[in-house]
Structures are given as structure tokens and as C-alpha cells.
């Protein structure tokens, strides 16, 4: 299983990986998201992981000698990297290896949500995955994992019912109004409709 997951997510990472700002953007909203969901520590940065996972992996730290992958990550949280090493590791190959890290964890939690996909909605809809609204994306995933599948499948072009669009946009306008609880219920599904 983890072979495919870390194929899958390597192949999209790589494409990304050419985009560097679109990278780092991408980068950081599935961490907010795995942060949100308990997943990977709250003060874990990016890079770090990133430079934790390539280091930790040169002294055997893989995936596949784990009983699943959030066991691995864990191993690679608490690796201690060597600062020589690190100096020789570029910025960009930290990020792609911590998105590669991230999204196959996501997979594993949420089978469901389809991370392929998931990543290409990222990427393309950059603006709109801010760090608040993922976070609430993620508090979503947590208790309504439905809702947020059926978001990416709305905004992939991949759903047509009317009635699945229309409850992606009330998804949705749930996101805007808990990121701006000021807003009124018709100014949120506003907003939601201009992604």
C-alpha cells in the first residue's frame, strides 16, 4: 500500500516541484491541514520535515519499516538532523520531500478525500487556501470528511449533481464564516461562489 501511496503522491510532487512558489504554497496549506488534524506536530515547520525525512532516510528511516505511515512520520519528527548535512540539501528538495511526507500521511488518515486530487485543487486555487481557511478545512475533514470530498470533487469539475454542487458551496460558505464570523450568511455563500 505504501508503495503506491508514495508513487501516486511522488509523481504529483515532482510536477509541482518545478513551481517552487507554487510549491511552498502547496507545502504549507497540507501542513496546516495535517496540523489540524494532529497529525504532524504543531510547531514542525515545513522545511524541517522536509530536511528531517531526506536526512532520516539516508540512515534507513523509511516507510515501509513502519507499521503505517504515521508511525514513520513520527520516527522522522523526532530525527535529529545533522546541520552540515542540511546545508546541502536545497530549500526546494526540504519542501517537495515534506509534501510528498504530508500528502501521503493525509492519504493514510483520509483515504477518502483523494489526495492527487486534493493537491491539484491546491495548486489550483491557490488564493483561496489561505492558512485559515485550511485550517478550517482541516476541523471539517475531521467530523465531516463527506463535505470536504465533495468540495474538491465541485471544484475538480468532477461532480455534476446540482444538488452535491450546491451542498460544496454551503460547505464552503461554512468555511468563510468561521473564518470571518462577521459576515453575514449571504455574504459568505458570496465568497464561496467566487472560488
Known amino acids: 500500500m505504501f508503495g503506491f501511496l508514495v508513487s501516486a503522491v511522488s509523481s504529483i510532487v515532482t510536477a509541482i516541484k518545478a513551481i517552487v512558489p507554487v510549491l511552498k504554497a502547496v507545502a504549507n496549506v497540507v501542513m ?5 488534524l494532529g497529525l504532524i506536530k504543531p ?5 524541517d520535515l522536509g530536511d528531517k525525512a531526506i536526512q532520516a532516510g539516508d540512515e534507513g528511516i523509511k516507510p515501509e519499516n513502519y507499521a503505517n505511515y504515521q508511525d514513520y512520520v513520527k520516527a522522522v519528527q523526532d530525527f ?3 546541520p552540515e548535512k542540511s546545508k546541502r540539501i536545497s530549500p526546494e528538495e526540504k519542501m517537495a520531500k515534506a509534501l510528498e511526507v504530508q500528502a501521503n500521511l493525509l492519504a493514510e488518515k483520509a483515504p477518502e ?3 492527487e486530487d486534493y493537491l491539484n485543487l491546491i ?3 491557490m488564493d483561496y487556501f489561505t492558512p485559515e481557511r485550511s485550517t478550517e478545512l482541516g476541523k ?3 467530523t465531516e470528511s463527506g463535505a470536504v470530498v465533495n468540495v ?3 471544484l475538480n469539475g468532477t461532480e455534476k449533481n446540482p444538488d452535491k454542487i450546491g451542498e460544496a458551496y454551503e460547505t464552503l460558505a461554512k468555511v468563510e464564516k468561521q473564518v470571518d464570523p462577521t459576515i453575514s450568511d449571504n455574504e459568505a455563500l458570496k465568497r464561496a461562489m467566487q472560488i
Open 152 to 154: 474538491a470533487e465541485v
Open 32 to 36: 496546516s491541514i495535517c496540523q489540524t
Open 123 to 125: 495548486a489550483n486555487h
Open 113 to 115: 478525500l483523494g489526495v
Open 43 to 47: 510547531e514542525e515547520k515545513v522545511e
Open 80 to 82: 535529529q538532523i545533522d
Open 140 to 142: 471539517l475533514l475531521l
